[in-house]
């Protein structure tokens, strides 16, 4: 039986259309873009800032501790001037509910939540305002649902798990995210439960910024913290923005009709039987385990509970996107082209601005990454290549423009449970020279790099050409006693001045020998 399920492209596009009353013909009466956003702040465009970016961070409390908490307060103690959090989704797992946001999202980041430091019981998910500037994007997690017979199966085993004494919490209750409406409801400008007699006032009020394109949503911190849209842009200190929906253009691309194409499909059909064979083997060591041993872990420990499940996750991961790309009807999904083509039009404005010293892009799935689950999925491959399409596009159009420099200066993303700082070689396409960092090990189990190395290759015209090259990968190392856990997150220290030049700080929070310990970590960057 399926753990989750995952809804089609359409029905994302369509329930979130429907939730933000897409084709309301207020906001274009209003000249209202309903992808743009500002943030309330007077900060000269060419002066120096810090933000900060996690990734994959929404889980509960594992073995009587919580790294997300963790990392959570590492972030606040050590980086306390930081302008605004991004986050590359999966905010809360396992399956987005409504549910896990009590425990997996509003305590861990009280200290971001009005109201967090006295009436943190009294928060609902639904009515958040931050204090600072959150700006998320969705993962998979957070379009995730439930089975109806796996949700009652849940709840009827945790008075059994309790009983047990299993210091874990499954993160899974009676339902899921109902295709993306949690996560709406909890970051989105839910306009669908506004009545119609009050749309326009509510739309006068906070959609006021004038911008390029029309009237961006004014976020205000401590006052009115919604995102306008799953995908949106903002500008600030100089540097434009871009948040994208990557769950909307990541079906994998169909496999050859040939006879190369026929022996892919062979090789996913057999990877596919011994994934399902090794998920099946954890399950039963799961089922066979001690309940005392798994509330007591030892540094020798092989395999503590949550390390087990985290494991199981990353398995059905793996076999969901076998599935996609052996499944015709996923493969011939229809792809988020408006998305697409609104980001194409946003790099080139963004471009012909002399205001605007840079451009950053955020979102869930990696189309580079050396992590072991995650580099050679067919979803990785299928983002890579939409991207490609749109840098492509821009390049062809603002050649002289852009000359030899990065079409974007730096992008991030999530989905692989681990930091990692990348950059593309000649790629043969306008995605080639970016930078690219990967900030997924905010709190979810890490995963290790893969043993083929950190160097990712492409057949070209025939021939293997390396692509992309890993400078550091920060996840999960050792094995026993050995066996390492580096929790992190990014910050991001931009330099002032006319000419974009930021440095990049991974902040770690380690699990080791049943202790925890907190540094930076040293990256081998160029500082522009």
């Excluded at 090794?278 to 385990?289: F, G, S």
């Excluded at 991001?492 to 902040?507: M, Y």
């Amino acid at each position: 039986m399926k753990l989750v399920s995952d809804p089609t492209i359409e029905r994302k596009i369509a329930k979130m259309h429907e939730r933000m009353r897409w084709h309301h013909p207020l906001f274009q009466q209003l000249g209202i873009d309903r992808t743009r956003l500002e943030i309330d702040d007077d900060l000269d465009p060419a002066q120096g800032f810090t933000f900060c970016v996690l990734g994959d961070s929404g889980n509960g409390v594992h073995q009587r501790d919580s790294p997300q908490r963790r990392v959570a307060k590492l972030m606040i103690e050590s980086a306390p001037t930081a302008k605004f959090i991004l986050h590359t989704g999966d905010v809360v797992y396992l399956v987005g509910s409504s549910e896990q946001y009590p425990e997996n999202f509003i305590r861990p980041y009280q200290e971001l939540l009005v109201g967090g430091d006295r009436n943190l019981e009294q928060i609902r998910y639904d009515s958040m305002v931050f204090n600072r500037p959150f700006l998320p994007v969705l993962g998979n997690h957070d379009y995730y649902d439930l089975p109806i017979v796996y949700g009652v199966l849940s709840q009827l085993l945790r008075p059994l798990r309790q009983a047990f004494r299993y210091s874990i919490d499954l993160d899974v209750g009676w339902h899921g995210s109902y295709q993306g409406d949690a996560y709406a409801r909890a970051f989105l400008d839910y306009l669908q439960e506004i009545p119609e007699s009050e749309l326009q006032q509510h739309l006068e009020r906070h959609y006021t910024v004038p911008t390029s394109t029309g009237k961006g949503l004014n976020y205000q911190p401590g006052k009115f913290t919604r995102i306008p849209n799953r995908y949106y842009r903002f500008r600030y200190g100089g540097i434009d923005f871009f948040a994208l929906d990557s769950n909307t253009f990541n079906a994998p691309l169909p496999i050859e009709s040939s006879a190369q194409g026929e022996r892919h499909r062979q090789t996913l059909l057999a990877d596919l039987d011994r994934l399902q064979a090794e998920r099946e083997r954890y399950l039963q060591i799961i089922q066979n385990l001690d309940p005392q041993a798994a509330a007591q872990p030892t540094p020798a420990a092989p395999e503590s509970l949550d390390e087990l499940l985290g494991r199981i996750e990353h398995l059905e991961e793996s076999i969901r996107d076998l599935e996609k790309q052996l499944d015709p009807n996923t493969v011939h999904e229809q792809i988020d082209f408006e998305q697409l083509e609104w980001l194409e039009r946003g790099l080139i404005e963004s471009w012909q601005d002399p205001a605007v010293r840079g451009r950053m892009i955020y979102f869930h799935h990696p189309p580079y990454v050396t992590e072991a689950t995650k580099w050679h999925q067919g979803q990785t491959l299928a983002v890579r290549h939409y991207l490609r399409q749109v840098f492509d596009r821009v390049e062809l159009k603002l050649t002289k423009l852009i000359a030899n420099r990065p079409l974007v200066d730096l992008v991030l993303s999530g989905h692989a449970h681990c930091f990692e700082y990348l950059e593309t070689l000649d790629t043969g396409h306008a995605d080639r020279g970016i930078k690219w960092a990967i900030c997924g090990g905010s709190g979810f189990s890490l995963r290790r790099q893969r043993a083929e190395g950190n160097v990712l290759q492409e057949r070209i015209d025939g021939q293997l050409r390396d692509v992309a090259v890993s400078h550091q990968f920060i996840g999960k190392t050792g094995r026993g006693a050995l066996k390492k856990h580096p929790y992190s997150f990014l910050q991001v220290d931009v330099l002032p001045g006319s000419t974009l030049k930021f440095k990049l700080k991974p902040q770690v929070a380690e699990y080791h020998q049943l202790q925890w310990q907190y540094y930076p970590s040293e990256l081998a960057q160029r500082s522009d």
